[in-house]
């Protein structure tokens, strides 16, 4: 399996950063094979969905744009750039398939973003799932893995 955690709470040194070895540590308990790209920020997410087809993502709805923030990411708060993403995602702008299953992380959601998030969820996007932080990786993955089966 292949997923993209898209994350800016993972640091720069994966070794030290608890939710990307704990990801990797429970897909080796469970026996799932594949490999974890990591995005730190907005940009690395656009573009590594747009060159890679992923078997699951797992998006922060709540992260810095980068460096050089692309055009659709420029003037859009912190806060939002995530849900943007997501929102071309479920367009089918990008590489990947629109149904792959996805869950969205998020910590201190604004309501407006919860209300947006909850009508994505519930409009024929089985596949995408929220997660409210502080999470366990684990469980994660078991949503990730029982959406993938469901599709």
């Known amino acids: 399996m292949k ?12 070794d030290k950063d608890w939710m990307y070895t704990e990801l990797l540590a429970a897909m080796k308990f469970k026996d799932i094979s594949g490999s974890v790209d990591v995005a730190r920020d907005g940009q690395a997410t656009d573009n590594m969905l747009s060159t890679t087809e992923y078997e699951g993502i797992i998006l922060d709805i709540q992260m810095g744009a980068g460096e050089t923030p692309l055009q659709f990411l420029d003037n859009i708060p912190r806060y939002r750039i995530g849900l943007e993403i997501l929102k071309k995602i479920i367009r089918g702008e990008y590489k990947n398939n629109q149904k792959t299953p996805l869950i969205v992380l998020t910590g201190t959601a604004v309501a ?25 990786m684990e469980d994660v993955l078991d949503k990730l893995c029982e959406l993938s089966k469901s599709l």
Not at 3 to 14: G, K, N, V
Not at 112 to 130: F, G, P, Q, T, Y
């Open 112 to 136: 407006e973003d919860l209300r947006e998030l909850n009508e994505i969820e519930a409009e024929k996007n089985s596949h995408v799932k929220v997660c409210m932080k502080p999470i366990e």
């Open 3 to 14: 997923i993209l955690f898209a994350d800016d709470d993972i640091s720069h040194e994966p």
